[in-house]
């Protein structure tokens, strides 16, 4: 469960986000997109849940944990997938990658590469396992940086505009992903420009100007969001 209450994020002079009170329950929306024009707060909104960006002022909770009181606790149940995978990515090649992740779980150091390649396997990366991270193509390389993510076992699932830089048979991957995640992941949260994507969420927050424009099912707020947007 995630909770905002009475949450504001000020940069400057600007307030990115207004006053929010939101709350975005696994049982009835297990994935939930964020829309809306650039610079409107969603990344923001994301990095709140991470413990990336405090709040000014408001209370938030994920998992019953509070970014800013108890962070270490969180990112261990909280698990981010930035944009660019390239941000993410820190070993030479994909095994030792996602290997490097287990390392954050309680499956055993002997068992790491045995598990890593069956998790690189199950995404489709089983050829990638031994290649350098640096010849994968850009499709490859978010699939990569989601499977790592992943093998750190996170609860709460935050992925900031992770189809932007893919092909339309990779978005959908990464979207089947986010749809049906692997245990123990709970809640997805993703934040989007890829309507197709935030169409397969059960929940869809419209975020604009830093407040929630609209919050609903999915075919109701893209069909409003797109109206807006002529
Ligand atoms: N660290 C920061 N310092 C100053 N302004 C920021 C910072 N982070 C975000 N902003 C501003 O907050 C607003 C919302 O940004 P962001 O959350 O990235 O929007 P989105 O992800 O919807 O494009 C933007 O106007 C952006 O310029
Ligand atoms: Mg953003």
New binding site residues.
């Given amino acids: 469960m995630i909770r905002l209450a009475g949450v504001r994020v000020e940069?400057?002079e600007?307030t990115?986000l207004h006053h929010l009170d939101l709350e975005i329950d696994p049982a009835s929306s297990p994935m939930t997109a964020l829309i809306?024009?650039?610079?409107?707060?969603?990344?923001?909104?994301l990095r709140l849940l991470d413990g990336l960006?405090l709040a000014n002022t408001g209370r938030i909770t994920v998992d019953g944990l509070d970014p800013e009181r108890e962070l270490k606790a969180l990112r261990r149940r909280v698990g981010f997938v930035f944009t660019d995978p390239d941000a993410q990515l820190v070993m030479p090649t994909a095994v030792e990658d996602v290997a490097l992740s287990l390392r954050r779980t309680e499956v055993p150091r002997r068992h790491h590469d045995v598990r890593a390649r069956e998790l690189l396997a199950a995404a489709g990366l089983g050829a990638l396992a031994d290649r350098s991270v640096r010849e994968a193509s850009s499709g490859q390389r978010q699939l990569l940086a989601l499977t790592s993510v992943l093998a750190t076992g996170p609860r709460v699932l935050l992925c900031?505009e992770p189809t932007t830089l893919l092909d339309l048979r990779t978005a959908r991957r990464v979207g089947d992903v986010l749809r049906d995640p692997p245990a123990p992941v709970a809640q997805v949260v993703v934040?989007t420009h890829d309507l197709d994507l935030a169409g397969r969420a059960d929940r869809v927050l419209w975020?604009e100007d830093?407040r929630v424009r609209g919050d609903g099912g999915p075919a109701e707020v893209v069909a409003a969001y797109r109206r807006a947007a002529g």
Wanted: charged content about 15%.
């Fill in positions: 940069a400057g600007r990115v809306g024009p650039n610079g409107s707060g969603k990344s923001t909104l960006v900031d934040a975020i830093g």
